[in-house]
């Protein structure tokens, strides 16, 4: 695993390992559909097989960038919502990004593991939890969606085990590992349909074919 960068290169948050930011829709979850902003940080210490943002893993490809800069894009076009994601966004201290955000006036959004703990502040959290590195327990109250990835059977348990733990309004998503995506979506609707307060989230991006 690469090593991340030290507090003096990232200056308490003023700057950020960025692995790519970009205007684009939201592809997955509760805010599917919906345009945003999204700030991928690199540096992951998950690493799951599956990952689709394998490139953004080793922060060390990724100088760090001030935060003014990437606020300074986000104001340029106009967007009223951000996704800060990564990698794992929480491995960094984001206080002074959020700041910077919120005086922009956007909604803020966290998409996260849950194994670091949560700095900055945010208008809406996506909790995944990963196997590898479990949620720390702050993680579960914290969370407005749980959105859990499914690639076998063995996956609807580790999400009843999550969703035990998160509170009562918290939003509930199986969504497919793309790979097996064609084979583990018909199990996943019956389980919707068998436990409705379940929700079905699908990489809807990967289907219009934007980031």
Not at 9 to 24: I, K, N, Q
Request: net charge negative; glycine share 10%; proline share 8%.
């Amino acid at each position: 695993m690469a090593a991340f960068p030290d507090s003096a290169a990232l200056d308490g948050g003023r700057s950020l390992p960025v692995a790519e930011d970009f205007y684009t829709v939201q592809g997955e979850g509760r805010h599917a559909g919906r345009a945003a902003y999204f700030v991928r940080l690199g540096g992951c210490d998950v690493g799951c097989e599956w990952c689709d943002a394998k490139y953004a893993w080793n922060p060390a490809l990724f100088p760090p960038v001030g935060v003014g800069e990437v606020v300074g894009r986000v104001a340029a076009c106009g967007a009223q919502t951000v996704v800060v994601t990564g990698g794992e966004p929480l491995i960094y201290p984001l206080e002074p990004l959020t700041r910077a955000l919120t005086g922009q006036g956007v909604r803020i959004h966290l998409e996260t593991s849950g194994s670091h703990p949560f700095s900055g502040r945010f208008d809406w959290v996506c909790l995944s939890p990963k196997r590898r590195r479990p949620p720390l327990d702050e993680a579960f109250a914290r969370a407005d969606e749980l959105k859990v990835v499914v690639g076998c059977e063995e996956d609807f348990a580790w999400a009843e085990q999550n969703a035990a733990r998160v509170g009562e309004g918290c939003l509930l998503y199986l969504q497919p590992e793309w790979s097996v995506a064609e084979k583990v979506m018909p199990a996943i609707v019956e389980y919707v349909k068998a436990h409705p307060r379940w929700n079905v989230s699908v990489q809807t991006h990967k289907y219009m074919q934007i980031p």
